[in-house]
């Protein structure tokens, strides 16, 4: 490896670093039956809070809310994949890095 291609791959890691920084602050909400429960969480898929409308608490019929929850979380964290994936493509312009989506 010759110097160029060391500040190359320096200059990739810092640029890395700072996304990994961003996706950190960033907040992605997801929600499932039309806004009963939202779910947010940051550009790492990591859940920062869980909102539940009153309405959907049954304390009878249970199955719906945890149904209603999962769906909230998915939705999120895949938003939050794309939201990754893009910052990420943008920083790398679209090389495939191992272990980076």
Same mark, same amino acid.
Not at 45 to 56: A, C, D, L, N, Y
Not at 71 to 97: C, H, R, S, Y
């Given at each position: *490896?010759?110097? &160029?291609?060391?500040?190359?791959?320096? +200059?990739?890691?810092?640029?890395?670093?700072?996304? =990994? /920084?961003?996706?950190?602050? *960033?907040?992605? &909400?997801?929600?499932?039956?039309?806004? +009963?429960?939202?779910?947010?969480?940051?550009?790492? =898929? /990591?859940?920062?809070?869980?909102?539940?409308?009153?309405?959907?608490?049954?304390?009878?019929?249970t199955k719906n809310?945890?149904?209603?929850?999962? /769906?909230?979380?998915?939705?999120?964290?895949d938003k939050a994949?794309?939201?990754?994936?893009?910052?990420?493509?943008?920083v790398t312009g679209?090389? /495939?890095?191992?272990?980076?989506?």
């Amino acid at each position: *490896m010759n110097f &160029e291609q060391i500040r190359q791959a320096q +200059a990739l890691k810092s640029k890395l670093d700072k996304a =990994q /920084k961003e996706l950190k602050k *960033m907040q992605i &909400e997801g929600e499932a039956g039309k806004g +009963a429960v939202t779910v947010v969480v940051n550009g790492e =898929q /990591k859940i920062m809070s869980v909102k539940i409308s009153p309405e959907v608490v049954d304390p009878k019929n249970t199955k719906n809310l945890e149904q209603l929850i999962i /769906k909230a979380i998915n939705d999120a964290q895949d938003k939050a994949q794309k939201a990754a994936a893009e910052q990420l493509k943008e920083v790398t312009g679209g090389l /495939k890095i191992p272990g980076l989506f």
